[in-house]
């Protein structure tokens, strides 16, 4: 089935109004429910999940250094939309179906309320995992203004819960990046580009085994998720309107695999102005932008004089990346469509600034500890992919173990074929470089013996990052500093397929 593109307007998520706010703190109540809702005009309505009764959720909007409460509600029914792998860890016959846990991603907060996998809890709070400490969580939010995002991470079906539609954004601002004059209110837009597939009743399909079947299992975990439909903000192939001026726009990567090479067909310039972790010291001029799952991007882009013309965004990245097939041009290789048919308003006074904010490198002289560790590809029982990382599955005992307040230097080690974006709770980072190295050598040897130079990161990941493309066949280095917070965090790979299956691990921030 071949959906017309462009015929729906682009929605943009509400803004969520908190229960309660005074000067101390505000409180927010989030019900996760099922519902139906239009994903396209020539399609039935669908059955999604969704927080507040939305798919994308409300955005959440914090200042920096807000105390923010929580309470996170399940109100979903007990059966699955999507078929579940009962051999994936943490999800078992031991564990009822329909479980949640809810993560901001980025968010600079307690362990008790990052959203721990094994933290999950189902309707009432009836059941909860070994790791549950609260019903209300707390967010300190100490990161300056930044675009974030919440969504389910409850172990073993991640991949599921977002996949039906569990995620929100969750904006922080703060007076500093007021006082920039970028485009601000409606024209400042979030983006959250998912890739799909439909049955033709209009419902959503989600494999129930790999391309190549396990015959042993009723249904397995496939490597990886590629959808023939690019959806934003909830809509299949939308279009918005906006007047000749300029607008920013907040692009988030929430597919579950599909990596974004994003243009315009215009050929224009964006500028980019921020990183996961928020601003950058100045705007970038570039032409594509590159956006692995759970990468964030602000840009400015500039619709001024081209009053009538129409622009599409595209995404040209292979997927799976980077050695997949490329998108076909005619679908996947289209995201949006931009109409410059609104009258301008008023004058636009915004700004492109020259300068923004200082993005202090962290120095590498102050590092006390150096990690050497692998992303690894193995085979498991049933001859599946089974990825780790550090050669470790999830539950071998936590052997990363950063001290508050200290710096360490990751060095991402990828013997796989895949680019596997890697995200560590807590604590942005910065980017050191990358290099090849000869992987047969390292598999023999264990030493890493480099091939070519240190490549420094792209201009568009030289600001703080929290998740980070580790391409395969090189090292990728990172930088940061451990706090303000102890507890038990994770890191993990942002494609959902592989963070289920298992590339994840604890770590843990001690005293
Ligand atoms: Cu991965």
Redesign the pocket.
Known sequence: MILSKFVDELPIPPILKPRWKDQFYTYYEVNMTEFSQSLHSQLNNSTVWGYENGYPGPTIEVESGEKVFIKWINNLPDKHLFPIDYTVHGAHWDVPDVRTVVHVHGACVEWESDGYPEAWFTKGFKQVGPYFRKQIYRYDNCNHACTLWYHDHTIGITRLNIYAGLAGFYLIRENRERSLNLPSEKYEIPLMIQDKTFNEDGSLYYPKQPEKPIPELETSIIPEFIGDTILVNGKVWPYLEVEPRKYRFRLLNASNTRFYRIKLDSGQFMYQIATDGGLLEYPIGIREIMLAPAERADVIIDFTNLEGKNIIMTNDAPAPFPGGDKPDPLTVGQVMQFRVTLPLSSVDTSTIPAYMVPVPKIKEQSVTRIRYLT?NDNMDQYGREW?LLDNKPWDAPISENPKLGTTEIWYLINVTD?S??IHLHLIDFQILDRRNFDVDKFNKEKVIEYTGPAMPPEPQERGWKDTVRANPKQVTRIIMEFGPFTGLYIWH???LE??DYE?MRPYIVIR
Do not use: F, G, K, R
Request: glycine share 0%.
């Open positions: 992303l990825m895949d596997h974006p790979c942002h494609i592989h963070e590339m």
